[in-house]
């Protein structure tokens, strides 16, 4: 676990750099889905700075989103808007390499489906036929909730569905999600989970205490897929088991763990 936000923030640019290396260095190209949230920001922001935007080869680097507001890339609520000048406005990503949510067009259904094309023009697929990205860069609510995937809303690995539109009732609104099954389906998972009020769910979620699963809970990665969690002191303020190990390997990590920060573990 980390401190603070801000050590959170930067343990996931260190982890989007190392990720980068390694799937340029295997597969030629990296392919990400950003997510929104304040300490997604942060990550962007360190990545856009001189400590880290360098490490970086962004020409072979393709940005995707797992989820976005019904809203247009200008307006303050867009997550493609906020990676947009936290991030893709300070490193030298070629525009065709950003692929947006275009989700603020009239027609919903119909621009989840042209994300699936562009999904479908990049990504390899899995052996089930769904999209596998090298790392998806997620966050958890309060709620329980991961990208935009809230409690009650049908979650099912069933769907051929790559990208849907559920109505999120609390906010009475749709938005565009990957769904569960692309989720699943990605090599690397890493939730950014701070807050003390975010701590009985962190618990709830990494322990297994929750019934009905929150969405969080259920996002599994499939075949030796990585799910990792990187949180604050005070989202983690409940667990009763404590952090992985120093010098434990990411990629080693059953789904579920955390990964510790060198010299802080309990």
């Known amino acids: 676990m980390y401190p603070n936000p801000t050590e ?10 190392d990720y980068a290396w390694q ?29 880290f935007r360098g490490q970086v080869d962004w020409a072979k680097v393709h940005v ?3 989820d976005e507001r019904a809203v247009p890339p200008d307006h303050p609520d867009s997550n493609y808007g ?10 030298p990503i070629p525009p065709g390499n950003v692929h947006r949510m275009e989700a603020e067009k009239a027609n919903l259904g119909r621009a ?25 860069l997620l966050g958890m609510g309060a709620d ?3 990208a935009s995937i809230f409690p009650g809303t049908r979650v099912t690995r069933q769907t051929s569905r790559w990208v849907t539109t559920p109505m999120v009732v609390k906010l009475n609104a749709r938005r565009m999600t990957l769904t569960m099954p692309v989720l699943d389906a990605a090599l690397r998972v890493v939730f950014l989970v701070v807050g003390r009020e975010k701590a009985e769910t962190l618990r709830a979620v990494l322990e297994g205490k929750a019934d009905p699963p929150y969405p969080a809970q259920q996002v599994q990665p499939r075949d030796n897929g990585v799910k990792l969690f990187l949180v604050d002191e005070a989202a983690a303020a409940l667990l009763e088991s404590g952090p992985s190990q120093p010098g434990d390997s ?17």
Request: hydrophobic letters at 40%; aromatic letters at 12%.
């Open 8 to 17: 959170v923030a930067r343990a996931a640019a260190r982890l989007f750099v």
């Open 144 to 146: 329980g909730h991961t």
């Open 82 to 91: 906020m990676a947009r000048r936290a991030l893709l406005l300070h490193v």
């Open 23 to 51: 799937s340029i260095s295997r597969y030629g190209q990296f392919f990400v889905a950003l997510s929104g949230g304040n300490t997604p920001r942060m990550t962007y922001e360190f990545l856009a700075s001189a400590e």
């Open 250 to 266: 990411p990629r080693e990590k059953p789904a579920g763990t955390i990964r510790a920060k060198p010299g802080r573990s309990k």
């Open 112 to 136: 989840a489906h042209e994300y699936e094309e562009v999904l479908r023009k990049y990504l390899e697929l899995d052996d089930r036929g769904f999209p596998r990205f090298h790392l998806i």
């Open 64 to 66: 995707f989103w797992s």
